[in-house]
């Protein structure tokens, strides 16, 4: 019973240590200069079916960061940073 306690606390720690870590990588993926990347390179694409996606996208990110949804914002700069050519 202690050693199934005491491997539980293990997990925890472990876990809440890895947390703050995890945070500041996601902060990191939707900052002001990354969504000013991400604006720039949707401007110098032709127009069409995929510019107006990675529009989308980043409108999307724009308004999960004022939301403070910041894993959710970084979900669609990357999104928006990988749109392809329409096929």
């Known amino acids: 019973m202690i050693n199934k306690l005491l491997a539980a606390t293990a997990v925890a720690v472990i876990a809440y240590a890895t947390y703050p870590a995890n945070a500041a990588k ?9 969504l000013e990347k991400a604006e720039s390179m949707v401007e110098t694409m032709a127009f069409g079916e995929s510019r107006w996606a990675a529009q989308r996208e980043v409108a999307a990110a724009q ?3 004022l939301s403070g949804k910041m894993g959710v914002c970084a979900a669609h700069l990357s999104k928006a940073m990988h749109v392809g050519p329409a096929k």
């Open 63 to 65: 308004d999960a960061m």
């Open 26 to 34: 996601v902060q990191a993926g939707c900052s002001g200069g990354n």
